[in-house]
């Protein structure tokens, strides 16, 4: 009788997992087996052999009551497995712009760029309608852009659009102004009767960027 055939563990569960941790931060594993459907001990197994590979890593969290729970989160190395919109090269064309015209060569550059990510979004996003819907809109548009965006509502009842990744952030590090640029396109295509603004940010050490969105009583800022 022929042995049975010991199958490795499924890249999707494992994909799945990378995912949820980028989204939703430090978990433990029976949080994750719920998300995913599957036994705590399946995502255990999952989590060591990612933990051999350096992409994750655990500690120890005191909880009010029961036993204290080993959360897992996310490495550095793991951003090898999410977009970084060719970091290296970006950061290299930035770098030739600055020296070949200087800061207000690489301005106009970005003036651009807004200008055109603004034509591009308007043909997506509602200019009227449920400000959830058309904020829904501009999330669909960064999320295929590789930001892994949600909308969420925050404790005050204001939307949250959510980035879980930034694939430009190497190249936002070297050009600070690619990180304005992007919240004056979220204004722009919101409209002067909402209030965006910039909630947390990975550039300043957050795990994610997030933008508070209500409706405004005077011109947004």
Known sequence: MPKPVKRGPDPR??????????????????????????TPMA?????????????V??????????????????????????????????VSLIDSVRAAFGEPGLDR????????????YRAEV?????????????ARIRAREGYLAEVRTDEDGALLLIENHCPICVA??????LCSGELAVFREILGPSVRIERAEHI????????????????PAR
Request: positive net charge; aromatic residues 4%.
């Open 57 to 90: 890593e655990s500690e120890t969290a005191r909880r009010p009551l029961g036993r204290p729970a080993r959360l897992w989160r996310l490495t550095r190395a793991a951003d090898a497995y999410f977009p970084n919109a060719h970091a290296d090269l970006t």
């Open 13 to 38: 569960t494992r994909r799945r997992l990378l995912e949820l941790l980028k989204m939703d931060g430090p978990r433990d594993a029976t949080a994750l087996a719920r998300r995913l459907g599957v």
């Open 43 to 55: 995502v255990r197994q999952h989590l060591y052999a990612l933990e051999a590979e350096t992409l």
């Open 126 to 138: 509602p200019r009227t309608g449920p400000l959830r819907r058309r904020v829904e809109a501009l």
């Open 109 to 120: 550059l970005i003036t651009i760029r807004t200008r055109r990510q603004v034509e591009a």
């Open 172 to 177: 936002a590090a070297s050009c600070t102004n």
């Open 203 to 218: 550039l300043a050490g957050a795990r994610r960027c997030a933008y508070r969105v209500a409706r405004a009583a005077g």
